[in-house]
Nanobody
Framework: QVQLAESGGDSVQAGGSLRLSCAAS????????MGWLRQAPGKDPEGVAT???????TYADSVKGRFTISQDNTKNNLYLQMDSLKPDDTAMYFC????????????????RGQGTQVTVSS
C-alpha cells in the first residue's frame, strides 16, 4: 500500500520561501512518477510539478522559475522548493504518485497524501 506524507507547509509573506517534503513508502514500480498538486478553496486541483519515471521534470506555467521539484537518491522522498511566493500560491499542497506508462496528469495520480497547507499573505 502506497503511503505519502507531506510536511513543510506554513504561513509566509509574499516573496518568501518554503520547502515542502513528501515521505513515500510502498512504491515499488520501476515506472513510478511523482509530483505535487495544489487546491485552493473553491477551485479545482491544479498540477504544480512532476518527476517522471525517466527523471523528466515538468512545471505548471504559473510556477516556472519559482518552484523546484526534486527527489533524493532513494526516490522515496520528494521535495518542492518554493521561492518568490505569491498570495495566489495559497492552497493545500498534495504529494501524489502513480505508475506511469504514458502521460498522466498529476491530478489523476492514484495515490495522494493528506496535504499540507501553504498560506501566502500580501
Amino acid at each position: 500500500q502506497v503511503q505519502l506524507a507531506e510536511s513543510g507547509g506554513d504561513s509566509v509573506q509574499a516573496g518568501g520561501s518554503l520547502r515542502l517534503s513528501c515521505a513515500a513508502s510502498g512504491l515499488y514500480s520501476s515506472r513510478r512518477c511523482m509530483g505535487w498538486l495544489r487546491q485552493a478553496p473553491g477551485k479545482d486541483p491544479e498540477g504544480v510539478a512532476t518527476i517522471g519515471p525517466t527523471g523528466r521534470i515538468t512545471y505548471a506555467d504559473s510556477v516556472k522559475g519559482r518552484f523546484t521539484i526534486s527527489q533524493d537518491n532513494t526516490k522515496n522522498n520528494l521535495y518542492l522548493q518554493m521561492d518568490s511566493l505569491k498570495p495566489d500560491d495559497t492552497a493545500m499542497y498534495f504529494c501524489a504518485a502513480d505508475s506511469c506508462y504514458s502521460y498522466l496528469p498529476v491530478t489523476e495520480y492514484s495515490s495522494r497524501g493528506q496535504g499540507t497547507q501553504v498560506t501566502v499573505s500580501s
